[in-house]
């Protein structure tokens, strides 16, 4: 009997491993084209190659990135990975910078993973004074002439927002490929390949998913030989999706705009609460125009918005005065605001950044904390509440 055709609005969940290719000369044709892949085929082999319920959360990504094509991976560093080895050549690879203000687990995949065990030139470019100077960037990349050059739109945890559209034109001067992580941002705040950036990555466990109960990363792109190039990669590493979490994902996604306009509107109400206590050492956060890349954002974002994360240390005199406040608002806030290591989730979220980054930043009372999308008078409450107790 023929299978009939179901009504529905969205593509199912295909949990197939391997599909049914039914002949010889369907099987040989399917795999005689994954020699020149297509992101979403004619003819599905495996799910490890490609996944019909995969491609169709590919395709609502491409629409909010407005790129020509995206893949997703199991997490956002499968993602970081997949975007970064491609650009591997063998002898023949040309340096990578990557600028030192971005998330940590970059920073230590590029200093072990890369440098150590795959022995490549890896580089690092930073800010003074929380800013980064463009004539020492271009200075470098002249020198160096870097296969790419590695951003983020926003940093993580300061919050740092480069002015990447010189950035990006410094680096196509050289010849150098640009890859922007823009999970911070997302492409409500901003869109890389519209301002000729290359390779764009999330971590779209934060806000695409949004809910902290999926792990997923996605690339996207417009080049044609470098998805081909990212869809090998992902297929013989493994680094796909589960038909599963991308069926949610594809749900999930349909709320971003929903969803990250409250946490921007609430990340702002935080910001200006904190930044008037005197409870309060430093605030950052790129709408105040205090912090120093608020110009390079406000030009970046225009009236968009300038995220959901805020970082914030406590006043004191000493080390110990500063953990004390920090210590003491994590208890007060205790069961209305979690300490969780993400961001992007429904309720707000904080974590400690001395205890993950180390004494890598000054301040030993520092908070980072990812504004959630629920009501924004009782978050005001809770935070002013906290801060009321604080001796």
């Avoid at 922007?180 to 971590?203: E, M, Q, R, Y």
């Avoid at 921007?264 to 105040?288: D, Q, R």
């Avoid at 400690?352 to 005001?380: C, H, I, Q």
Wanted: aromatic content about 10%; proline content about 5%; charged content about 25%.
């Amino acid at each position: 009997m023929k299978k009939k055709a179901i009504n529905t609005s969205r593509t199912p969940v295909y949990r197939d491993a391997g599909f049914d290719l039914y002949n010889a000369e369907m099987a040989s044709e399917a795999f005689s084209r994954e020699n020149d892949p297509e992101r979403e085929p004619d003819l599905y082999i495996y799910s490890r190659y490609r996944n019909p319920t995969v491609v169709a959360a590919e395709e609502e990504i491409m629409k909010l990135e407005e790129s020509e094509w995206a893949l997703l991976t199991q997490s956002g560093m499968s993602a970081i990975d997949t975007a970064v080895s491609i650009f591997h050549r063998g002898r023949e690879t040309r340096p990578w910078l990557f600028f030192s203000e971005i998330y940590g687990g970059t920073i230590t995949f590029a200093e072990t993973i890369l440098k150590q065990h795959r022995g490549l030139d890896i580089h690092s470019f930073s800010p003074k004074d929380e800013k980064y100077d463009l004539l020492s960037f271009e200075s470098i990349v002249k020198s160096l002439q870097p296969e790419f050059v590695y951003i983020e739109a926003i940093s993580n945890p300061m919050l740092i927002v480069p002015d990447v559209r010189t950035i990006i034109g410094i680096a196509r001067k050289y010849g150098s490929k640009i890859i922007a992580d823009n999970t911070f941002a997302t492409p409500l705040l901003w869109k890389p390949l519209n301002d000729g950036a290359d390779l764009v990555i999330h971590s779209a466990t934060k806000y695409f998913s949004g809910h902290g109960n999926i792990t997923a990363g996605v690339i996207c792109g417009n080049d044609n030989y470098l998805m081909k190039a990212a869809l090998n990669y992902r297929k013989y590493t493994g680094h796909m999706i589960s038909a599963d979490d991308a069926y949610r994902l594809h749900d999930q996604i349909q709320t971003l705009e929903l969803r990250f306009n409250r946490q921007c509107i609430n990340a702002s109400m935080i910001a200006s609460l904190l930044a008037g206590s005197e409870k309060i050492g430093k605030v950052w956060y790129p709408e105040l125009a205090k912090h120093p890349t608020h110009n390079e954002a406000s030009m970046l974002f225009g009236d968009k918005g300038f995220g959901g994360m805020v970082t914030f240390d406590f006043a004191g005199d000493t080390p110990e005065q500063k953990r004390s406040g920090r210590d003491q608002f994590i208890r007060l806030v205790e069961g209305k605001i979690r300490l969780i290591p993400s961001l992007g989730d429904p309720k707000t979220i904080i974590l400690p950044v001395e205890s993950v980054w180390g004494v890598k930043y000054p301040e030993p009372g520092m908070l980072r904390l990812s504004a959630g999308f629920e009501n924004t008078g009782d978050l005001k409450d809770t935070i002013v509440s906290a801060l009321n107790s604080i001796v």
